[in-house]
Structures are given as C-alpha cells and as structure tokens.
C-alpha cells in the first residue's frame, strides 16, 4: 500500500508521496503552435497529459500558449467535474503510476476548500470518482484504494502540530486556528483538543486571486495588459516584471497597495466568525502559498496570540494529509 497527500486547488496542485513533496501551477491547455519561444532552443515548461484521448499541456507555461488576460487559472462551483480538475487529476494518476512500482494500491487524503467540504454531496461524488481503478497516461493501472476528503486547513493543523513540540501540548489542552490563504479563499478551521470543530470552519472569497487583479488594474493604467500568472509568479519570486521592452516594473509598491486594500477586510470577517474562540486565547498556524504576505497582517490583527508558520507554509496541508492518509489506514486495518 502506497500513501499519498492530495490538494488540487485552483492555483497549484500538490502532492506529497514517499517520492517526497510536488507542486505544479493549476493551469490546462490545450497544445498549439501559437507559443513563440523566446531564446534558442526554448520551449514550454509544461507536463503533457492524456485524458480521453485528447493531449493536454499542465504548469504555469501552459499560460503562455493563448492570451487570457482575466487569468488561466478558474473558480468553478463544482471544480471536481470541470476538465481542468480532470485534467489535474490524471496529471496525479500519472505521477502516482510513475512512482508505484509493482504495489499498485493507494491510499489518499485530499483537501478541499471548506465551502465544498460542506457540500455532503460533492464530497460524496468527489470521493467516488477517485475511489477506483484509474489508467494512466502511459496505460498503466492505478488503484485508488482509500479516499478520505478533509478541509484544507486540517492538513496544515496536523503537519505543523506533529512536527512542533510546543504547538503540541497546546492542541492536546486548547485550540488551534488554523488560516490557510489561498488563491481564491482565504480558509479557516478550528481544532480543540485535537478534535475538528465542524462548525467554526469558514471561508471568505477574498484572497490572493483578488490582490493579483487588482494590480493587473493598476498596472493596466500606468503600463500595459499583463497576465495574472506571470503577475502571481512575479510576486510570489519577488522579482520585477518584465514589460517586453527591456523595462522592469518593480511590484512591491503594488502588491502592498493590493494587501492593504484586500487582506485586513478578510480577516475582519474571519474574526468575526472566530470571535468566540479568539477570545479564548488560541495558537494559531498560519499555512498557505500567501502566508509570508498575510503574516504581518495577522500579527496585527491577532495581537498576543501564538503565532505558529509551517516550514513550508505552501506544501503543509499536503503533507499533513500524507501523514493523515498513514494513521488512517493504519486504524482502518
């Protein structure tokens, strides 16, 4: 029996796995001849996948081979039926069948955002539709074995609470908030005593994808039309961007203007929702690929509380799911 953690969300895919720990930009495309390389020799950064019979391109330079300006990467309500998500999950079957060996069984956990958690028939249907034999690129078989579907901060809750000693006695005999920032929401959940409080988990749709838009609009009034991708991949490097024209456009005087305009307004609803247990003096873990630009403004809104960060703030819920996905079968046998 293999073990795998899963997170496809809509800006990245991860995926921990005893191979170790993967992430790849949730961007699908269909191969054309549209992309002109630039430099010799240059190509594509993507990984190609076959579903259905029909050839698909997967990673952050699949932005690059049709212009959409509004972003490559989608919100969709029912995001496990949509062909990005399907095209996503194969690229998952096909590492898995790459990595598996002769042991062809596994056993998953994957998150998802709390409002479709709270969808018991999505996460039914989402369920079944992994929990079966799956074909990879390459034909070979792929026997999802064990499907366990969990919100999103819970992964990141786990990963950091096993790894930190003193985070540790804190779970044990108190609550833990756990933020994760998104691309599209901004997630939270509370754990207290170890044990998942259902109904304090919550979700605003006001996150990254918001900040990235707002200084596309910003830089479409001073500069020129630019991709959401290669705005995200500028921020998140922290490097300028790059007009075309042998001219940078230093980012941080934006992307502090789209934080301060985006970030405190979220966390004001979460607090809210979150009043009763903030008052009661809670660790809180803050995870997520925006977690280094969301600390500070959490530092300042959550004054006097312990503030705990991942390692990896990107891969923790991956990687709590992989250690979930061990207990969990280990318990079921």
């Known amino acids: 029996m293999h073990y795998a953690g899963s997170n496809i969300g809509y800006g990245n895919l991860k995926l921990r796995t005893s191979a170790g720990s993967h992430k790849i930009a949730s961007v699908v495309a269909r191969p054309n001849d549209k992309f002109q ?11 190609k ?8 391109e997967v990673g952050e330079d699949a932005a690059l ?15 496990s039926e949509s062909i990005p998500y399907r095209v ?25 955002a709390v409002n479709q958690f709270t969808d018991e028939k999505y996460v039914e249907n989402l369920e079944n539709q992994w929990r079966k034999e799956h074909l990879s690129s390459t034909g070979i078989l792929v026997n999802i074995r064990n499907v366990h579907v969990v919100p999103e901060p819970v992964g990141a809750y786990w990963a950091t609470v096993l790894t930190n000693p ?44 918001r900040v990235f838009t707002t200084i596309q609009q910003a830089l479409n009034k001073n ?16 490097k300028p961007l790059f007009t075309g024209h042998s001219e940078e456009i230093d980012l ?20 809210t929702n979150c009043a009763e247990v903030i008052d009661n003096d809670p660790a809180v873990i803050v995870a997520g690929g925006s977690a280094p630009l969301l600390l ?16 990896d703030p990107q891969m923790a819920n991956a990687e709590g799911y992989y250690l979930m996905a061990q207990t969990l079968c280990s318990e079921e046998e």
């Open 65 to 79: 081979i049709d212009v959409n300006p509004q972003g490559h990467k989608i919100a969709i309500p029912r995001w």
């Open 252 to 271: 941080v005087p934006y992307l502090k203007a789209a934080l301060d305009q985006h970030v405190p307004m979220a966390l004001t609803t979460l607090i």
């Open 37 to 47: 390389p630039v430099g010799l020799f240059a190509s594509r950064q993507t990984t």
């Open 296 to 311: 500070p403004y959490i530092k300042h809104s959550l004054h006097g509380l312990r503030i705990f960060v991942p390692q």
């Open 88 to 112: 996503l999950r194969q690229y998952t079957i096909d590492r898995l069948a790459d990595e598996q060996g002769n042991d062809r069984d596994w056993s998953i956990v994957m998150g998802v």
């Open 49 to 56: 996948v076959t579903l259905d019979g029909a050839v698909f």
């Open 223 to 238: 500069h020129q039309s630019f991709d959401l991708v290669a705005i995200e991949t500028a921020c998140v490097n922290g």
């Open 166 to 209: 003193s985070l540790k006695s804190v779970a044990e005999n108190g609550s833990v908030l756990t933020i994760d920032g998104g691309y599209f929401t901004l997630d939270w959940a509370v754990v207290t005593r170890l044990a998942l409080q259902s109904e304090t988990c919550g979700a605003v749709n006001r996150a990254m994808h």
